[in-house]
């Protein structure tokens, strides 16, 4: 909101120019060298336990395969949006592995 000048008023105080301000990076965001930096720590360490019984959930599958996996994730991670983010995660890694196998 524009100043005017008054010393009183929605508008009150001193007129002034606002200041130009440069883009600001935005925060969260993948930058390329985290995501090899990851990559790689994936590729040399593998999955945790905890990660390869989730694994193991989607391989054996079952009508409610989902929301089991969803529970365990949640009670290892300790919230719905990483357990949610971990699920896609895995079940990812297990897509990769199948299109490996189907194509060696």
Request: with cysteine; charged share 35%; net charge positive.
């Given at each position: 909101?524009?100043r005017?000048?008054?010393?009183?008023?929605?508008?009150?105080?001193?007129?002034?120019?606002?200041?130009?301000?440069?883009?600001?990076?935005?925060?969260?965001?993948?930058g390329?060298?985290?995501?090899?930096?990851?990559?790689?720590?994936?590729?040399?360490?593998?999955?945790?336990?905890?990660?390869?019984?989730?694994?193991?959930?989607?391989?054996?599958?079952g009508?409610?395969?989902?929301?089991?996996?969803?529970?365990?994730?949640?009670r290892?991670?300790?919230?719905?949006?990483?357990?949610?983010?971990?699920?896609?995660?895995?079940?990812?890694?297990?897509?990769a592995?199948?299109?490996?196998?189907?194509?060696?």
């Open positions: 909101m524009a005017n000048g008054y010393a009183k008023g929605k508008s009150k105080g001193h007129i002034t120019t606002p200041k130009e301000l440069p883009a600001k990076a935005i925060k969260g965001r993948l390329a060298k985290t995501k090899l930096c990851r990559e790689i720590a994936r590729e040399v360490a593998g999955l945790a336990p905890y990660e390869r019984r989730i694994l193991d959930m989607i391989k054996t599958g009508s409610a395969a989902d929301k089991r996996i969803y529970k365990y994730a949640k290892r991670l300790g919230s719905h949006k990483r357990a949610l983010a971990k699920r896609e995660d895995i079940k990812g890694v297990n897509a592995q199948r299109a490996r196998q189907a194509g060696a």
